[in-house]
């Protein structure tokens, strides 16, 4: 059922993968290239990371409107 | 999404099961339990809907008619309860135990004892809940939300509530355990996370996010709990406590629960839809992508019901924007299902028509949504009718119109019998238009400030309460019509052929006879992913 032999993707792809996760927008080859090559362990992590960095993201922008 | 390979299995060999009481009292077949699910919820939905026409009936006019005021604010309170915790959450377990299983090609749920006995929790729970109007005191009248310092004072009623709340948040969290356990380990060889159909792809997000708050809304009754009989002071400022810290509390769970809500409505529509378009979905990866981003999302705006309860500026605008972000990824939902319409060979069944109806009104409610997330505005609207109407669209509009689709879609699969065509878009037709004449003429009422949860009101609201309260009724009696259609269907309905939806692609329709054999899939079948 799970693809055992991924090779594991760059940061950079994760992130990518992510932040079009977030958007809810996805080319269909790059789709077939992070089903390649992420491992669930990398998708979990960048998700938890992503949604720090868009908290932490939001907090900026309101404390620069407040100030 | 599924190719077609290898036959249909022979499933007649071991259809022996007890018959009678003992068969729903025993059964561990996720079909059986799915149908308990299914006619409990019923059930609770016209209880529900008894307490909403009570609190229109008294609306209809200025004046305290029929309710005495305090009578009225547990009708509210039980109306909101048993309608989320008793009708709308059951229904959708109920699809997922028929569901699940036969679309990604697995025997039956993981866990099938613990399955019954997440069941049989929900009506000793109904019972509390109903019951609770005949003890000293009568039933809980704090709102739905039972904020304190409202629900540290109650009766007997509250702690019932109290209790009835545990053990249905201990049975959707072993609903949800079942589920994730089923969706990751019995999928049918070769179906991959990213083959699943859509509506399985929402319940196992949606199962996530229930593991996830239940116990948040577990302890926030607990506090309550203690709060009332032992002498703590969580939620009691004359103790040291905070009232707003319930809030906060409550709300961690409140707001994902609206997603635990309307994920699976997604999911139903996102197979409805490409069934009656003949076109595979639009963007499924989107799709998923996007389901997985507002579960996410929906745990950091929880505060935006709470506005007017005190907090600083950066946090108001903090939930504000968070608030409004989360309208991109359901935005890319509404424009992809729109896609899989666009240029497809649609036709308009039942099913479909509550699927495009869900669009377009869960559409309203959502931009309404946005409207109240808007801080200087929501200050203006909190507590009014406004409030009423923007989630009546989401939940009614949305939730449940997309139960009778998935109803009206399924009900054939599930009893080998069609259901009347005419009688089926009657009632999609007068739902559709009595629920507008409820609840659109609500937001009139809110901008021009009437309160929630009053049994009276003022003069000038009258017109518009009054025109609420006969579209509710219109409403409620249309509901009547869909308990006709499913129980004339079961009883006396056509044969259905074996696949009446010609565009459906998923395994229970490729791969099952119809009706769904008692036991199916026990072997698992050759799944083929396709393009999707």
């Known amino acids: 059922m799970t693809n055992n032999n991924k090779s594991g993707a760059s940061v950079f792809q994760v992130a990518k993968a992510v932040i079009s996760a977030f958007m809810g927008i996805r080319k269909k080859s790059d789709l077939e290239n992070d089903a390649a090559n992420l491992t669930p362990a990398q998708v979990i992590i960048g998700g938890i990371i992503g949604a720090i960095l868009f908290v932490v993201t939001i907090l900026f922008i309101v404390n620069i409107i407040v100030d | 999404m599924a190719a077609v390979h290898g036959d249909v299995h022979d499933h007649g060999h071991d259809d022996h099961h007890p018959t009678g009481i003992s068969r729903w009292l025993t059964t561990t077949n996720h079909k059986d339990i799915g149908t308990m699910y299914l006619w409990f919820s019923l059930a609770m939905f016209f209880t529900g809907g008894f307490l909403a026409m009570g609190i229109r009936a008294e609306l209809f006019q200025p004046g305290i008619q029929i309710l005495e005021p305090e009578l009225f604010n547990s009708f509210t309170t039980l109306h909101g309860l048993i309608m989320v915790f008793g009708a709308i959450m059951p229904a959708f377990v109920g699809f997922a135990n028929w569901q699940v299983p036969m679309m990604i090609g697995a025997p039956d749920m993981a866990f099938a004892r613990m399955n019954l006995w997440s069941f049989w929790l929900l009506p000793i729970a109904a019972t509390l809940l109903v019951s609770s109007f005949f003890v000293p005191g009568g039933a809980a009248a704090g709102g739905w939300t039972f904020y304190p310092p409202l629900s ?57 996010l229930l593991v996830l708050v239940m116990p948040v809304l577990a302890g926030t ?87 007017t309860a005190g907090m600083p500026t950066v946090a108001q605008l903090f939930f504000m924007y968070a608030t409004m972000l989360i309208a991109v990824p359901t935005g890319v939902k509404v424009f992809n299902w729109t896609a899989t319409m666009w240029q497809g060979a649609m036709s308009f069944e039942t099913p479909m028509l509550f699927a495009i109806g869900f669009i377009f009104l869960f559409v309203i409610g959502g931009f309404s949504g946005v409207i109240c997330a808007i801080v200087p505005i929501d200050i203006q609207v909190q507590d009014t009718y406004y409030v009423i109407a923007h989630f ?22 599930w009893t080998g019998r069609m259901y009347d065509e005419k009688l089926g878009k009657l009632h999609f037709w007068l739902s559709m238009i009595f629920f507008n004449l409820t609840f659109f003429v609500q937001h009139f009422l809110g901008l021009a400030g009437m309160p929630r949860r009053i049994p009276d009101y003022a003069l000038q609201f009258a017109d518009f309460n009054m025109i609420s309260s006969i579209g509710a009724f219109g409403f409620g009696l249309s509901q009547v019509l869909f308990v006709y259609i499913m129980i004339k269907t079961i009883r006396s309905g056509e044969k259905a052929p074996e696949k009446p939806w010609d565009g459906a692609t998923t395994l229970e329709w490729t791969h099952l006879p119809t009706p769904a054999p008692y036991h199916s899939f026990e072997k698992p079948p050759v799944f083929k992913p396709t393009v999707h």
């Open chain 2, 152 to 208: 540290t004072q109650g009766g007997l009623g509250v702690d019932m509530m109290i209790f009835a709340v545990h053990i249905l948040g201990a049975s959707s969290i072993m609903g949800a355990i079942n589920i994730i356990t089923t969706i990751l380990n019995m999928r049918a060889p070769g179906m991959k996370l990213m083959d699943m159909p859509l509506f399985v792809w929402t319940w196992l997000i949606t199962a996530y």
């Open chain 2, 221 to 307: 009754v607990t506090m309550l709990l203690t709060d009332r009989h032992f002498g703590t002071s969580f939620f009691n400022a004359a103790g040291g406590g905070d009232p707003v810290l319930f809030q906060h509390i409550f709300w961690f769970f409140g707001h994902p629960e609206v997603y635990i809500m309307i994920l699976p409505s997604f999911g139903i529509v996102s197979e409805v839809i490409p069934t009656f378009s003949r076109k595979p979905l639009f963007g499924y990866s989107s799709m998923v992508y996007a389901t997985a981003s507002i579960a996410i999302l929906s745990c950091v705006v929880w505060a935006h019901h709470m506005f």
């Open chain 2, 392 to 413: 009546h669209y989401v939940l009614v509009s949305g939730s449940l119109f997309a139960l009778f689709a998935g109803a009206y879609y399924w009900i054939p699969k």
